[in-house]
Structures are given as C-alpha cells and as structure tokens.
C-alpha cells in the first residue's frame, strides 16, 4: 500500500505565505506525477500545480506567479509553497500522486487526507 500524508496547512493573513509539504510511503518504485488539487466549500476539486518527475511545472491560472510546486525524488515529497496569498485560497488542498509500486504493476493513482488551508483577509 502507499500512503501520502499532507502537513503545513493552517491560518495565514491575505499577503501571507505557507508552506505545504506532501510525503508518499510503503513500497514505491516510482513515481511520476504529483500535484496539489483544492477543493473550496461547494466548488468542485481544482487541480492547482502539477510536477513531473522531471521537474516539468504546470499552474492553474489564478496561482501563477504566487504559488510554487516542488518535489524531492529521494524522498518521495512534493512541495508547494505557496506566497502572496488570497482569501479565495482557502481550501482543504489535496495531494495526488501517480506511483507505481513495483516494474510489474501498473501505475496508480493515490490521494492525501486533505489538510485546510485558511486565508484571513
């Protein structure tokens, strides 16, 4: 089984800054993709930054510019920082992850529990 466990949510003023960090576990082999999704109250789930292994960014127009996304191969973790923040960013931010847990399994795809980030304005 993998798990992936989210950390770094939490209260921040409008302008403010966080920092999220997501770290995979239990038998990886690899992992290719990893992004942070968002899903705000009555919103459906938003993809926010995606990462490839390589290091190929993508961004959701309303971050770009504000929100950094990053990984660590060696352990299994992507970031995203995230600055300059806005109250339409709170949101309980999801981590997802595509991992193959073996040459001879297929990928698939895992979540996080979610963790809130909350904007004051």
């Known amino acids: 089984q993998v798990q992936l466990v989210e950390s770094g949510g939490g209260l921040a003023q409008a302008g403010g800054s966080l920092r999220l960090s997501c770290a995979a576990s239990?038998?990886?082999?690899?992992?290719?993709?990893m992004g942070w999704y968002r899903q705000a109250p009555g919103k459906q789930r938003e993809l926010v930054a995606s990462i490839t292994a390589r290091g190929s960014a993508d961004y959701a127009d309303s971050v770009k510019g504000r929100f950094t996304i990053s990984r660590d191969n060696a352990k299994n973790t992507v970031y995203l920082q995230m600055n300059s923040l806005k109250s339409e960013d709170t949101a309980v931010y999801y981590c997802?992850?595509?991992?193959?847990?073996?040459?001879?399994?297929?990928?698939?795809?895992?979540w996080g529990q979610g963790t809130q980030v909350t904007v004051s304005s």
């Open positions: 239990g038998t990886i082999f690899s992992i290719n993709y």
């Open positions: 997802n992850a595509a991992v193959r847990q073996s040459v001879s399994i297929v990928e698939r795809n895992y």
